[in-house]
Nanobody, 126 residues
Framework: QVQLVESGGGLAQAGGSLRLSCAASGRTFSSYPMAWFRQAPGKEREFVAAISRSGVSTYYTDSVKGRFTISRDNAKNTVYLQMNSLKPEDTAVYFC???????????????????WGQGTQVTVSS
């Protein structure tokens, strides 16, 4: 079993920045890829970014490319999401997730992931 706990959410103004953290426990963190998803009110949960086991490879959804950066510190069992140039449309609950699937380091559907955190709210005001 794995536990994921997000932190770092809050209120930011448009154009501002926030950094989310996700602390993992329960298994060898460096053995599994990690991802961030988000869910806005009334919308489905959507993929944001993913990072490979080593941290060398990353993948982003188009709407956050150039603004968000995913990274990980395997020594601290933590994955991060640095969010810059925030927009009101980035307002959502942000979730980290991990998968036990082998193969690709990222899956855009939620079904690709086995474990989820509880989420952290990000609100961007205009």
């Amino acid at each position: 079993q794995v536990q994921l706990v997000e932190s770092g959410g809050g209120l930011a103004q448009a154009g501002g920045s926030l950094r989310l953290s996700c602390a993992a426990s329960g298994r060898t963190f460096s053995s599994y890829p990690m991802a961030w998803f988000r869910q806005a009110p009334g919308k489905e949960r959507e993929f944001v970014a993913a990072i490979s086991r080593s941290g060398v490879s990353t993948y982003y959804t188009d709407s956050v490319k150039g603004r968000f950066t995913i990274s990980r510190d395997n020594a601290k069992n933590t994955v991060y999401l640095q969010m810059n140039s925030l927009k009101p449309e980035d307002t959502a609950v942000y979730f980290c997730a991990t998968t036990s699937k082998s193969g690709s380091y990222y899956y855009t559907p939620t079904s690709g992931y086995d474990y989820w955190g509880q989420g952290t709210q990000v609100t961007v005001s205009s």
